[in-house]
């Protein structure tokens, strides 16, 4: 799908839901269309000319190449979510279960005028609140489960089940749909292995469905293995109050790299996901995405992708001590002080980290406990005290590479804070200030460049950060008479650069996001500075 150009369109069995995307079911208002699991796009080739082709291995099982060679940015899937409901432990219950949006208290909330669930009110926006599952939630008196907030881990659980219950749903409502979703991996037999999992589903999920509410056409099994599905495969969507889980019948076939070569971005109203490429790949190469935070050690990564995915990972990354030269993970050696200490063997998590100048060596136990503390205290910090954050970096420089994921994380909040917050605006911010931002910008993209190397969105965000700084040291070193006009010039053409290059990243997000404001206003600096 070069470009938008040569995009796919809905060929066949493309159906009217059901149901209908208004809560009050007013029929003749955005119908909803499901989507079959091809390709949805919005122009116009055919789903033959898909951007990749389903590939098999003993490693990853099923997964994505791409079919032909594929430019940076392009897109190569669009698709509406097959399923989607509450996120699990929702920290803002009661939600709309149409669009996720917080209401306040239960008693206080709209609810739907035919099931009684909460929703945000009549004129809801989602199409996720169905006729069909309106119909079933009324059948059967499920809203006073969904009642009272009282016991708010209890709700908390009643919202998780209910992503779970439209996922069963789909057995009787579309038996097409049933069959593309149990296309998924749910690694039933692993899980069934882990007793705190398995027996958490069984009280919290199973035991809900079919005791509580007393659906008992919807087997154990079959609701293990939906829990499975959505642990394995689901997307999360939506932005930071209004998050949702979904799960995409193409889009899961995405395969987990550590250094990923797309982006992907959905709709903040229809959830629809937009997967693109970050630099240009070649026919044959694999496409993946990361299902852990980019910017984290091996050692965090490689436990949370076991511990959610299932398997251990061996990418490129993962094999090398120094995370392809990053040093994400690097510690500085306290013996020697100078020499780095690096795991013997980044692939066993139980291997030794050693100095590479001095062989002084550490447990691989005594890492994560220091990087799980220093983590907790910079958490415990809380986001906005820059003083603070900087006395972090600070006290530990002599312990951790500059680099380090802790440093990153550190780095990430200051480089936002600076020019931002009360006391330290931009146009307060001194010299001294603003070139700390212009440095952890540089630092955080030096990074990125390795590790999510092309159009990422960190990337494009880090961007913008950075034209602010250099931007007005230049023109105050300029007004000041410390540069020639000449050397401000050269160093105005490198923050059109930056802008350009933020603006291209950001401008594929969806309108309304933070990042797509960011592409909004890098767009109108561009336009003042070469006016
Ligand atoms: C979202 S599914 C991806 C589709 C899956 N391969 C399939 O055939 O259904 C995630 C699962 O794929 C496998 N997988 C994905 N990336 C992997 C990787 N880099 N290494 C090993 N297994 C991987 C794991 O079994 C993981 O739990």
Redesign the pocket.
Known sequence: MPNNKNKHKHKHNKKKNSGNNNNEHDDDVNVVKVDDGDIINDSGSDTQNKAYNVE?SD?????LVCSRDLLASEIIIQQKPLVIGPIANCENVPVCIGCYRPLGTMNECYRCTGCQFPLCGKHCKSVDHTKDECSFFKDNNLAKYLHKDDNIIELQHDYETIIILRCLMLKSSSQQLWEKLN???S?CDIRKRIPELWERNEKTIVNRIRNKWNLLQFSTEEIHRMCGILE??CFEVGSNSTTARALFSEA??????CVPNTNHTDDPITHELIVRTTKPLKKGEII?LS?AYTLQGTLKRRQH?HDS???????ERCKTSDELGSHASSLICPKCTHGLILSTSPLNENAEWRCHKCNFTLSAMFVMNLVTRLYDELDSLGGNDINQIETFIEKYSKTLHKNHYIFLSAKHSLCQLYGKIDGFLINELSVAQLRRKETYCRDLLEVIDVLEPGSSRLRGVILYELHAPVMIQITRELQMGKIKNSDFKRQLREVIQILQDSYDILRHEPNGSQEYEMAVAAKSALMSIKS
């Open positions: 098999i490693i990853f099982g099923r997964y296309e998924m991996e690694h394995v495969n899961f076939l995405m395969c987990h790299d993946s299902y992708l995915k299932f398997f251990w990972c061996t990418c």
